[in-house]
């Protein structure tokens, strides 16, 4: 038997379950129903195993991943899937995105973000 967490979509909650091997990607959420999609920890991620790019784009809960705070949040599935070597969801991903390329054209450049986790400068000098 494994221990594993899994977080809700739709309300947020992470419950853990206790679970027989192969451990499905994803079970129903027992608070709201909803779709729950296992969730990967830094102890998991100690072995050789990585985690499939099915779970969060976040940048902290992918640290492994080089450049993630830095492209459009479009295309941080895809940066995941490809170092990751997920093919699948890789394949799926730039299916999504070509298809929403052909119905609305290239993202505005406002919805073209990202981020630092560097400190906080003030007046363009660092503290």
Avoid: F, W
């Amino acid at each position: 038997m494994i221990l594993v967490d899994y977080r809700c979509g739709a309300c947020a909650v992470t419950t853990e379950t206790l679970t027989r091997a192969p451990v499905p990607p994803r079970q129903l959420c027992p608070r709201c129903g909803g779709d729950a999609h296992r969730r990967y920890g830094a102890a998991a991620l100690t072995g050789r195993a990585t985690a499939p790019a099915a779970g969060s784009t976040a940048c902290v809960d992918n640290p492994d991943v080089p450049g993630l705070c830095h492209v459009g949040p479009a295309a941080k599935r895809t940066l995941i899937a490809r170092h990751r070597g997920d093919t699948d969801t890789l394949a799926r991903e730039q299916q999504r995105q070509r298809a929403e390329y052909e119905r609305s054209g290239p993202p505005a450049s406002g919805r073209v973000r990202g981020h630092s986790h560097s400190a906080p400068t003030r007046r363009g000098v660092a503290p």
